[in-house]
């Protein structure tokens, strides 16, 4: 009896900590959410070098301001809409859907030049052998579908490039 209450006064005195590692987790996360939005967003020209901005980079960007974040992070050179995006992906998908299924033995040299929205096929072999260890980026994992939507909308938006092997590893860093 003894010992099951000592037991479940050490289960307890782990659930607090665990509880506490939370709160302190779900604070600072809320004053990076803050910093960036009061102070570094509305300053991002001037900011954007700066030491501080590096070192909350290298911290972790909020979920809640990533996507702002990475958008004047990287810019939109090609001033690709959302409109526009949705047309490439539209395309690759009415593409996809034509195409058979690559192999684990299809390499890119297997793919037709005359059509390079054809190297479309490549992109679902492509995202299954980089960073195999990275579940989310796997078929079935968080992330699978978004870099693939637009790898293929990219390579719809640019036929005359079609897909390069290998941009996934580039991109899931983006994501």
């Known amino acids: 009896m003894e010992e099951e209450v000592v037991g479940e006064l050490k289960e307890a005195q782990k659930r607090r900590k665990q509880q506490e ?3 302190k987790l779900e604070e600072s996360i809320g004053t ?16 954007c070098t700066s030491r501080r901005v590096r070192d909350l980079w290298w911290q972790g960007v909020p979920p809640s301001v990533r996507g702002k ?24 998908k ?4 034509s195409l058979p299924t690559p192999t684990s033995n299809t390499e890119p040299e ?26 989310i980026f796997q078929e079935g994992g968080p992330y699978h579908d978004v870099l693939h939507s637009v ?13 390069a092997w290998a941009p996934s590893s580039f991109l899931w860093r983006r994501l």
């Open 110 to 135: 297997d793919v037709g030049s005359s059509d390079r929205e054809s190297s479309l096929e490549l992109i679902k072999l492509d995202i299954s052998r980089t960073f195999p260890h990275l579940c």
């Open 69 to 92: 974040v990475w958008s004047l992070a990287v810019g939109n050179e090609l001033n690709i809409t959302h409109e526009l995006y949705n047309i490439c992906l539209a395309r690759a």
């Open 21 to 23: 590692q939370r709160c």
């Open 151 to 163: 790898l293929g909308a990219y390579t719809c938006y640019r036929p005359d490039v079609g897909y």
């Open 32 to 47: 990076a959410v803050q910093i960036w939005n009061q102070e570094i967003l509305p300053n991002w020209t001037a900011m």
């Open 94 to 97: 009415e593409k996809w859907k």
